[in-house]
């Protein structure tokens, strides 16, 4: 799946609940917001979370949450009018008056805000400083989608260059993704995205490899079936073909080219066929 894709279907990034003393009703304001936002109700965590924004000492989390939300509405309407105002309430907020957890949600709209812009550099600096505070406070389906932004700004930064600069910045994504898959291994979005950054710094054989254990992992993994559902879609249309090439010194669509093609269509299916468990 291309980068943009995967980034438009990333799953919600649900903004947590938090247990501060504050006045009840503001509490109750920023509570249903919250619900509506993780419903998907964005309309509604919107009109829910203005009241709030008259009241000083939960201000801040109100417009964070109405920023979210306008940046939800944006990634399914393309409406500029969501995302300039969404870039708006980012700004004007006082992160100091954010929980720790909201701090690093402020952030996340900040590289998701870049990414709609089409600023992948500078979003995937913002992601990548979250990782050490996310660790400790994330859980692993929050986690999983900070490392689907990061790897998706990352490689859409990388494809902006050609030759050494390309393969550097495949090749810084590929180390880092390595670092974090020690700490999760069932990360999906880590799984899919090694095989892409294997195959950026050149290294086809990487990326086979990586995509065979992957495939392999994602049968353990909870959402497991769509991982494999990428691994395959990305193996059929970029790697296989691209690895035949390497192999045979011609290009796609001479006859000694297509058969290397078939054969390790072949290999692959047989692969993944022998770990899906029906046998």
């Known amino acids: 799946m291309s980068p943009t894709r995967r980034a438009a279907g990333c799953a919600l990034f ?3 609940l938090l247990a501060s003393p504050r006045p ?3 509490q109750k304001e920023l509570k249903d917001a919250r619900r509506f936002y993780n419903a998907s109700k964005f309309d509604e965590a919107i009109a829910a979370a203005e009241p709030a924004l008259d009241k000083p000492k939960v201000a801040a989390s109100a417009s964070l949450i109405i920023a979210r939300a306008r940046l939800e509405r944006f990634r399914v309407s393309a409406d500029q009018d969501d995302l300039t105002a969404a870039r708006q309430e980012l ?26 812009e089409n600023q992948p550099g500078p979003a995937s ?4 400083s979250l990782f050490p505070a996310a660790r400790l406070r994330f859980t ?6 900070l490392i689907e932004w990061w790897a998706n700004s990352t490689a859409r930064f990388a494809e902006s260059f050609t030759g050494n600069a390309r393969s550097d910045n495949y090749g810084r994504l590929l180390m880092t993704l390595r670092t974090v898959l020690q700490f999760d291994p069932p990360s999906r979005a880590g799984t899919y995205w090694l095989v892409v950054a294997s195959r950026g710094v050149g290294d086809l054989e990487g990326a086979w490899n990586a995509a065979v254990a992957g495939w392999i992992r994602a ?6 079936d769509q991982l ?34 078939a054969d390790l269509t072949r290999q692959w299916r047989t692969l993944t066929q022998r770990w899906s468990g029906s046998d």
Do not use: C, H
């Open 125 to 128: 600096e913002i992601f990548a």
């Open 228 to 261: 494999r559902e990428d691994l395959e879609q990305y193996m059929m249309q970029t790697v296989i073909p691209e690895r035949a090439r390497a192999r045979t010194g011609q290009r796609q669509g001479t006859g000694v080219t297509t058969l290397e093609i």
């Open 24 to 26: 009840a009703a503001a």
């Open 14 to 16: 649900a903004i947590a």
């Open 219 to 224: 049968g353990s993994m909870q959402g497991g």
């Open 140 to 145: 692993p389906a929050q986690m999983d989608r």
């Open 91 to 116: 700004i004007a907020l006082n992160p100091r008056k954010l929980s720790p957890q909201e701090a690093i949600e402020w952030q996340m709209g900040l590289g998701e805000t870049l990414v709609f």
